[in-house]
């Protein structure tokens, strides 16, 4: 696949958001009801990234136009398959993009050969998920070419029950993507603002790219491919960890619900997992109007700890619970019913806690088998900026939901990003009050990705000299006693 010169990569990135944007509108509204303004559309953007260089995904657009035009029962497939190419051309531009800007003279690609994760399923088991896959994928092709305009709520409880039967047959990344499609199906069904149709063509391609290529695993008995599309990697139980929580990070939607991960640093080796070893821990609240996210974090978990206390800047100690790890050493910490988390003694010694190394940022990113079915975040990276400057905000251009602090760091033009949304307020002032001339900016913590051929900063913490400040958590005290009664817990 060929890439544009690197003179014309912001150029080439507009033309990839502007076909990004115009398939959209064909995934909400419908193959069938596109107009001869839309083939139009499509042909100038097609035409722009031929001359651009993005030849391949030009001639998928072609095609498209020529299904579009026909209304055949092709069509649906063929805008899945050029939504494939554009993301798989959008990952490469912008990894070829973040490795020169991180190591200059590195160069992207030539990934190394991986050791596929075998299937556990047994031949037998595996034949008998043909039909349910056959099934999803033309359900999938169905949808797309009629669109969200003409679903309905039978629609969605056609995806809750694939979801479930996903999840019996222990597809997990099946059943999370169509998860996340039945949850933006009823965000349109029900006419929200915070329906997301970038966040719908991903899931929904994502979704039948799994089921086609499992279902194309399975017939030729490619059990790598099968280890790749069902990611069947085992977690470690570990007796004990003592940890520091380095950064926080805050979602919180306009219904409600919010969400936090608290990014930890191991700070010795146990059972396994090395010293300095990232782990997330994640914790999910349902939806309380009027409720402030920060709320949710004195109401103790199935462990009966409140998860506040990972916010005192103490070791935090956890014993009886289980870890992912990547070979990065990142990964995920799980909690289960006979887990404990308790605080430990105070920390004081910050430093070397958090660090990063660009080189090897750039050789992870640069070595990276792209497809078109990661988010930009799962190949995020950690990243502390000593020497920075921050300018004023303006709106991103390629998400509505944000604004961009440009931030010159170290040496590198970085999109420092903030939400619009209730989960950015204290993000925001924050972030301006660190912008101000002759303000001190200790390190500044965060995490890294590349997107649409900018490297993108997602700001977490500051390292003062009293330890860490949590940027997106707000430092108001909580009145726990009157919002317990303001609380109804009966849904």
């Known amino acids: 696949m060929q890439v544009a010169a690197a003179g014309s990569h912001t150029e080439v990135t507009a033309a990839l958001f502007a076909l990004q944007q115009a398939l959209e509108n064909l995934f909400v509204r419908g193959i069938r009801a596109a107009a001869s303004e839309d083939v139009q559309l499509l042909s100038a953007h097609g035409e722009e990234l031929g001359r651009a260089g993005a030849l391949y995904l030009a001639g998928q657009v072609d095609a498209l136009i020529r299904h579009v035009r026909a209304a055949d029962a092709e069509a649906g497939?063929?805008?899945?398959?050029?939504?494939?190419?554009?993301?798989?051309?959008?990952?490469v531009l912008s990894l070829d993009v973040a490795v020169a800007a991180l190591a200059p003279g590195q160069a992207h690609g030539d990934a190394p050969a991986t050791t596929p994760v075998a299937s556990t399923a047994a031949p037998e088991k595996r034949s008998a998920l043909v039909p349910v896959l056959e099934e999803l994928a033309r359900t999938v092709e169905g949808l797309v070419a009629s669109g969200l305009t003409t679903a309905s709520a039978a629609t969605r409880q056609k995806?809750?029950?694939?979801?479930?039967?996903?999840?019996?047959?222990?597809?997990?990344?099946?059943?999370?993507?169509?998860?996340?499609?039945?949850?933006?199906?009823?965000?349109?069904?029900?006419?929200?603002?915070?329906?997301?149709?970038?966040?719908?063509?991903?899931?929904v391609t994502r979704t039948w790219l799994i089921c086609r290529g499992l279902l194309e695993a399975i017939r030729e008995d490619d059990r790598g491919a099968l280890g790749r599309l069902l990611l069947s990697s085992p977690s470690m139980p570990v007796r004990a960890l003592r940890l520091a929580v380095i950064g926080v990070q805050k979602r919180a939607l306009l219904d409600?619900?919010?969400?936090?991960?608290?990014?930890?640093?191991?700070?010795?080796?146990?059972?396994?997992?090395?010293?300095?070893?990232?782990?997330?821990?994640?914790?999910?609240?349902?939806?309380?109007?009027?409720?402030?996210?920060?709320?949710?974090?004195?109401?103790?978990?199935a462990q009966k700890f409140a998860p506040k206390l990972l916010l005192d800047r103490t070791e935090i100690l956890v014993t009886d619970a289980a870890v992912h790890l990547d070979e990065h050493s990142s990964g995920r910490l799980m909690l289960g019913p006979t887990s404990t988390v308790k605080p430990g003694k105070k920390l004081v010694d910050w430093d070397g806690l958090v660090h990063w190394d660009r080189d090897r940022v750039a050789t992870r990113w640069g070595r990276h088998p792209i497809s078109p079915l990661d988010l930009e975040i799962?190949?995020?990276?950690?990243?502390v900026v000593t020497e920075w400057e921050?300018?004023?905000?303006?709106?991103?251009?390629?998400?509505?939901?944000?604004?961009?602090?440009?931030?010159?760091?170290?040496?590198?033009?970085?999109?420092?990003?903030?939400?619009?949304g209730p989960d950015g307020r204290e993000l925001m002032a924050a972030l301006k009050g660190?912008?101000?001339p002759g303000t001190t900016r200790p390190p500044l913590y965060g995490l890294l990705h590349v997107e649409m051929g900018?490297?993108?900063?997602?700001?977490?913490?500051?390292?003062?000299?009293?330890?860490?400040?949590?940027?997106?958590?707000?430092?108001?005290?909580?009145?726990?006693?009157?919002?317990?009664?303001?609380?109804?817990?009966?849904?």
């Not at 497939?77 to 990952?91: D, G, K, N, P, S």
């Open 454 to 491: 900018r490297l993108v900063f997602q700001p977490l913490t500051v390292f003062g000299e009293d330890g860490p400040e949590y940027l997106m958590i707000s430092g108001e005290n909580i009145d726990l006693a009157s919002l317990m009664k303001t609380m109804d817990f009966s849904h």
């Open 256 to 301: 409600g619900s919010a969400a936090f991960d608290f990014r930890m640093v191991t700070l010795d080796e146990q059972g396994g997992v090395p010293r300095g070893a990232r782990l997330v821990w994640s914790c999910v609240f349902g939806r309380k109007p009027g409720v402030p996210a920060e709320a949710f974090l004195h109401l103790p978990q």
């Open 434 to 436: 660190l912008a101000k």
């Open 77 to 91: 497939r063929v805008l899945l398959r050029t939504q494939t190419a554009l993301r798989v051309f959008e990952r």
């Open 378 to 383: 799962e190949l995020q990276d950690e990243a």
């Open 159 to 203: 995806l809750d029950a694939s979801f479930k039967e996903a999840s019996r047959l222990k597809l997990m990344r099946l059943a999370t993507s169509l998860r996340y499609v039945g949850d933006e199906l009823g965000r349109f069904l029900d006419d929200s603002e915070q329906f997301s149709g970038r966040r719908f063509v991903f899931f």
């Open 390 to 420: 921050l300018g004023a905000p303006a709106a991103n251009p390629y998400r509505p939901e944000q604004q961009v602090f440009p931030l010159d760091a170290d040496g590198l033009e970085l999109d420092a990003v903030c939400s619009t």
